[in-house]
């Protein structure tokens, strides 16, 4: 008897040691940080993903992986989010591909004027893309996920009912819209978008031709009463992380990463186009604003006058030894 009351004290003994080992080990797992560096403020879209992202990745893996995140350029300015990736200043980074020119070159089909209607559907075919071509321009940054933000639509202080009333109007407009203001007929101004609300309230301009989702977060809703739903371009937004950092994770972290790289462009462009809209309605209830849709024939008239961008960028991606034609034909079958 006394040789099994000894054998069971031991096992208690065991059984204890096992019971407090767990947690100290779960918790020496459990110390992976990262940080997530982004620039626009945190009640924008680009925050509101990576703040779901963030929520997602500690949910499975268990509190394995701990994300501090740091938006509106806290960390990194949207400038020098790439270098700020590469070199380590960052683990993860949110970039607008558009601020970078020349440095993505074959991803930058996805500023073009193709006729995207939804920030959904740019996402999905965004990271498709991306995981289907596997552009050398990538290649020294594990690409986490990315999405768009809503197509371009023209919002002014005066009324705009058709295409030819855009000719003449002087709008905010950066990279390539600005270039299909001039084709459209408009004038394309300079300034950051911070400012433009100002600028339309004085009359320096007369409107700005962005997306949707800032109707509300900038309050264009204001001092552009009118707009016209024209559904041009899309701005792509890629989430980097460093090499070094990627590669020092967890095999089953960097799976759990990877299983949520589609999920989350899905998620983040019904999200902003979701949010659009509720812009777009709270627009019409606090300020009455009149944004009409343009006619499918008249869209199709506005992509045709908008074409010439498209052609010089086959052409210049062409002479780089790029597939252009490849990536032109990938985006429209899936349009």
Same mark, same amino acid.
């Given at each position: 008897?006394?040789?099994?009351?000894?054998?069971?004290?031991?096992?208690?003994?065991?059984?204890?040691?096992?019971?407090?080992?767990?947690?100290? %080990?779960? %918790?020496?797992?459990?110390?992976?940080?990262?940080?997530?560096?982004?620039?626009?403020?945190?009640?924008?879209?680009?925050? $509101?993903?990576?703040?779901?992202?963030?929520?997602? $990745?500690?949910?499975?893996?268990?509190?394995?992986?701990? $994300?501090?995140?740091?938006?509106?350029?806290?960390?990194?300015?949207?400038?020098?989010?790439?270098?700020?990736?590469?070199?380590?200043?960052?683990?993860?980074?949110?970039? %607008?591909? !558009?601020?970078?020119?020349?440095?993505?070159?074959?991803?930058?089909? &996805?500023?073009?004027?193709?006729?995207?209607? %939804?920030?959904?559907?740019?996402?999905?075919?965004?990271?498709?893309?991306?995981?289907? &071509?596997?552009?050398?321009?990538?290649?020294?940054?594990?690409?986490?996920?990315?999405?768009?933000?809503?197509?371009?639509? $023209?919002?002014?202080?005066? +009324?705009?009912?058709?295409?030819?009333?855009?000719?003449?109007?002087? *709008?905010?407009? !950066?990279?390539?819209?600005?270039?299909?203001?001039?084709?459209?007929?408009?004038?394309?101004?300079?300034?950051?978008?911070?400012?433009? +609300?100002?600028?339309?309230?004085?009359?320096?301009? =007369?409107?700005? &031709?962005?997306?949707?989702?800032?109707?509300?977060?900038?309050?264009?809703?204001? +001092?552009?009463?009118?707009?016209?739903?024209?559904?041009?371009?899309?701005?792509? &937004?890629?989430?980097?992380?460093?090499?070094?950092?990627?590669?020092?994770?967890?095999? =089953?972290?960097?799976?759990?990463?990877?299983?949520?790289?589609?999920?989350?462009?899905?998620?983040?462009?019904?999200?902003?186009?979701?949010?659009?809209?509720?812009?777009?309605?709270?627009?019409?209830?606090?300020?009455?604003?009149?944004?009409?849709?343009?006619?499918?024939?008249?869209?199709?008239?506005?992509?045709?006058?908008?074409? +010439?961008?498209?052609?010089?960028?086959?052409?210049?991606?062409?002479?780089?030894?790029?597939? !252009?034609?490849?990536?032109?034909?990938?985006?429209?079958?899936? *349009?």
């Amino acid at each position: 008897m006394l040789h099994a009351a000894k054998l069971s004290f031991m096992a208690c003994v065991f059984a204890l040691a096992c019971a407090l080992a767990t947690p100290a %080990s779960q %918790s020496q797992a459990a110390d992976v940080t990262l940080r997530f560096a982004n620039f626009p403020p945190a009640s924008t879209f680009p925050c $509101v993903s990576m703040d779901h992202w963030v929520a997602e $990745v500690e949910k499975l893996t268990q509190g394995k992986v701990k $994300v501090d995140t740091f938006p509106a350029g806290t960390l990194v300015d949207a400038r020098s989010m790439v270098r700020g990736v590469m070199r380590g200043q960052t683990d993860i980074g949110c970039i %607008s591909m !558009a601020y970078f020119p020349g440095m993505f070159p074959l991803m930058s089909a &996805f500023e073009l004027p193709l006729g995207f209607e %939804s920030a959904e559907k740019a996402s999905v075919l965004l990271l498709q893309a991306i995981l289907k &071509f596997q552009p050398k321009e990538l290649e020294k940054l594990k690409v986490l996920t990315a999405y768009t933000c809503p197509p371009a639509q $023209v919002f002014s202080r005066k +009324p705009v009912e058709n295409l030819e009333a855009v000719k003449g109007l002087r *709008l905010r407009a !950066a990279g390539i819209l600005a270039d299909e203001v001039s084709l459209l007929g408009g004038t394309p101004v300079s300034m950051p978008q911070s400012e433009a +609300p100002d600028a339309i309230q004085r009359g320096a301009v =007369d409107g700005v &031709f962005t997306s949707l989702d800032v109707v509300k977060d900038l309050n264009y809703a204001e +001092p552009c009463r009118f707009g016209l739903l024209v559904n041009m371009s899309v701005y792509p &937004f890629i989430v980097i992380m460093n090499k070094k950092s990627w590669e020092a994770l967890p095999e =089953d972290v960097k799976k759990v990463f990877d299983d949520l790289a589609m999920p989350t462009a899905q998620w983040t462009g019904a999200y902003v186009d979701a949010h659009g809209q509720d812009a777009l309605k709270w627009g019409k209830e606090k300020y009455g604003i009149d944004y009409r849709p343009l006619p499918a024939e008249e869209r199709a008239k506005a992509l045709e006058t908008v074409s +010439p961008l498209v052609s010089k960028w086959e052409a210049e991606m062409k002479a780089k030894n790029l597939p !252009a034609a490849e990536m032109l034909q990938f985006i429209r079958a899936g *349009l």
